[in-house]
């Protein structure tokens, strides 16, 4: 699993977290959400980049 450190650092909030993490624990099923969470995520931290 991904350590929920990181995720947390890039600004994921600890709901976001939690929801993950249940997601990981359904097992593969739940891959195209934790990809789609991740690829949320990624947006956010790129548009916060360059907002700077």
Same mark, same amino acid.
């Given at each position: 699993m991904i350590n929920l450190h990181y995720l947390r650092a890039a600004g994921m909030?600890?709901?976001e977290l939690q929801y993950y993490t249940a997601l990981v624990? +359904?097992?593969n099923s739940s891959?195209?959400?934790r990809?789609?969470?991740m690829?949320?995520?990624r +947006?956010?931290?790129v548009?916060?980049?360059a907002d700077k």
């Open positions: 909030s600890i709901v624990r +359904e097992g891959l195209p959400k990809i789609e969470l690829r949320q995520q +947006e956010r931290v548009a916060a980049i």
